[in-house]
C-alpha cells in the first residue's frame, strides 16, 4: 500500500466514528431542543457555545490545528442548531414569490403541517436549502402550456441539491383587480411571463399592454399597493384575497387543463425501490454527429422509458448544451448503474438528479 492509501484509510475509519458520534451529539441536540421547547427557551445561547468552544479547543495538542478546530466546533453546532429549529419549528419548505403565489399553495398542500418561507426569486429559494435555512424547496419546472421553467432547469443541472419528489397542481388563472375598478378601465395586465403566455388570448382580445414580474402574487401586491383601477394582475383567488383584490374575472386562460408541475428539492437524495419510480438526470455530450443518439440509445438499451429529453445551453461556451432527461424506471437497480456506466463511457458529464415514487397530483 501507498502512503496515500494509507492516508484514506484512516480517514475512512476515521469518518465511520464520526458518523456514529455525530448521531450521538445530534440525539443529544434533541434532548436539548425538548428541553428548550417545554420552557419557552431560545436555541441560541452565546455563553454556552463560547464555553464549548474554549473547553474543547484545549482537549487539541496540536497547536497548529486549534483554529481549524474551532471552525469544525462552530459548524457543528450551526448544524445543531438548525436541527433544533426543525424540531421546534417543524418542516421549512422555501418557494418563489410572495404569499398567495402558486408555489406556496402547492407548498402548503403537499406539506401541511410545514412552515411555507417565501424567497424573492427561484435561485434564493434553492440557495436556502444549500444553506440549511429550509429543508426543501417547492420550486416549478413546467406548465402544461407555456413549457418548461428553464431558470430552475439550470439551478438543477448547476446546483448541489436532489430532487425527491414531483407534484402537479391544478392552476385557474384569474383577473385581479381593485374593487373599484372595471373592465372598461383596464388598460395595463401585470404577472409572471408564465401566467402573461398562458392567458395571452384574453389579453389580446382586451388589447392590453402586458407587464412582466417575478411572481403572480407580487404582480397581486403591486396592484393593491398601486391605488390604480386602469391595472389589473393575473393571478390565484388565494392572493386576491389575500392582498384585497377581487376576482373581476375567473378562468381566463386558454386552457382549462392548465397545470404546474413543481419539483421538491432538497440536500438529501431518495432511493425508491419500486421498478415503476420515476428519475432525473442531466448529461452533456461531444459536440459530433450522433453522439446525442448514443446516449440516448444506452437508456432504451437498458429497459428505460424516456418521458422527457429537453436542452438548455451550459452557459461556459456558446453553443455548447446539457441534456435534461426524465425517465421511468429504478434507476437505483443494478440495470440503473450499468446503465450509468455506459452513459460515462460516451458522455462527458452524467449527473442524477433525483429519483421518486409516481407524480402527486394536489387537489
Not at 417565501?118 to 429543508?135: H, K, L, N, P, W
Not at 388565494?238 to 377581487?246: K, T, V
Request: aromatic share 10%; hydrophobic share 40%; net charge negative.
Amino acid at each position: 500500500m501507498t502512503k496515500l492509501d494509507d492516508a484514506r484509510q484512516i480517514i475512512n475509519e476515521v469518518d465511520k466514528q464520526m458518523a456514529e458520534l455525530f448521531e450521538r451529539r445530534m440525539f443529544a441536540a434533541k434532548m436539548v431542543a425538548e428541553y428548550k421547547q417545554e420552557r419557552g427557551l431560545p436555541i441560541f445561547d452565546g455563553a454556552r457555545e463560547k464555553q464549548v468552544i474554549e473547553k474543547n479547543t484545549a482537549y487539541i495538542q496540536n497547536e497548529a490545528l486549534r483554529s481549524y478546530y474551532v471552525s469544525f466546533l462552530q459548524h457543528t453546532m450551526d448544524v445543531s442548531k438548525q436541527y433544533q429549529h426543525r424540531l421546534m419549528e417543524g418542516m421549512r419548505v422555501a418557494y418563489s414569490g410572495v404569499p398567495g403565489a402558486f408555489a406556496e399553495i402547492a407548498a402548503k398542500k403537499a406539506f401541511p403541517d410545514a412552515t411555507a418561507v417565501a424567497y424573492a426569486d427561484f435561485a434564493s429559494a434553492y440557495r436556502a436549502v444549500e444553506d440549511g435555512e429550509c429543508d426543501c424547496a417547492m420550486l416549478p419546472v413546467e406548465n402544461s402550456n407555456n413549457g418548461d421553467v428553464g431558470q430552475v432547469m439550470d439551478l438543477s443541472f448547476f446546483g448541489s441539491l436532489h430532487v425527491n419528489g414531483m407534484y402537479e397542481l391544478p392552476v385557474t388563472q384569474n383577473l385581479l383587480t381593485l374593487p373599484t375598478a372595471d373592465i372598461s378601465t383596464i388598460k395595463e395586465v401585470i404577472s409572471h411571463p408564465q401566467a402573461l403566455g398562458q392567458c395571452s388570448e384574453y389579453i389580446a382580445r382586451h388589447g392590453w399592454k402586458e407587464i412582466q414580474c417575478v411572481n403572480t402574487a407580487v404582480a397581486a401586491k403591486m396592484v393593491a399597493e398601486s391605488g390604480r383601477n386602469d391595472i389589473a394582475a393575473i393571478g390565484s383567488a388565494d392572493a386576491a384575497e389575500r392582498y384585497g383584490l377581487i376576482v373581476l374575472e375567473p378562468h381566463i386562460q386558454a386552457d382549462s387543463d392548465n397545470t404546474t408541475r413543481f419539483a421538491i428539492f432538497s440536500k438529501s437524495a431518495k432511493s425508491p425501490s419500486a421498478s415503476d419510480s420515476r428519475f432525473v438526470m442531466s448529461f452533456t455530450v461531444n459536440n459530433e454527429a450522433g453522439s446525442l443518439g448514443r446516449a440516448v440509445s444506452v437508456i432504451g438499451k437498458y429497459g428505460f422509458n424516456l418521458r422527457a429529453l429537453k436542452s438548455r445551453p451550459t452557459k461556459a461556451l456558446s453553443w455548447e448544451y446539457y441534456f435534461f432527461v426524465e425517465g421511468e424506471g429504478n434507476i437505483h437497480s443494478d440495470k440503473g448503474r450499468k446503465m450509468i456506466e455506459e452513459l460515462n463511457e460516451c458522455c462527458n458529464e452524467v449527473k442524477i438528479i433525483g429519483s421518486f415514487e409516481k407524480e402527486t397530483v394536489i387537489k
